[in-house]
Nanobody, 119 residues
Framework: QVQLVESGGGLVQAGGSLRLSCAAS????????MCWYRQAPGKQRELVSS???????NYADSVKGRFTISRDSAKNAVYLQMNSLKPEDTALYYC?????????????WGQGTQVTVSS
């Protein structure tokens, strides 16, 4: 089994910054993609950013130029640096990993960390 634990959320004023962290633990052979999703109240969960095991990154148009994803494969961790935050970035942010554990690839999710941006 694989567990993902996020941290780093909080309340910040518009224009501020936050850094989210997500650490994977458990019986992990390897991790393919790691991603950050978010879900605002009344809205569907959306992909914010992803990073492959090789370091290739992808961003939603709404966060390009403001957010930066990175990972530390040795620590099975992924990070999201969020700058120039806007009220519309307010959401519950989830970490996701496509990991090889117990001889199969599965999708794993964290519990989420709340990000609230005040205007």
């Amino acid at each position: 089994q694989v567990q993902l634990v996020e941290s780093g959320g909080g309340l910040v004023q518009a224009g501020g910054s936050l850094r989210l962290s997500c650490a994977a633990s458990g019986t992990i052979s390897s991790i393919d993609n790691m991603c950050w999703y978010r879900q605002a109240p009344g809205k569907q969960r959306e992909l914010v950013s992803s990073i492959t095991s090789g370091g290739s990154t992808n961003y939603a148009d709404s966060v390009k130029g403001r957010f930066t994803i990175s990972r530390d494969s040795a620590k099975n961790a992924v990070y999201l640096q969020m700058n120039s935050l806007k009220p519309e970035d307010t959401a519950l942010y989830y970490c996701h990993a496509h990991a090889f554990s117990s001889l199969v690839y599965r999708d794993y999710w964290g519990q989420g960390t709340q990000v609230t941006v005040s205007s």
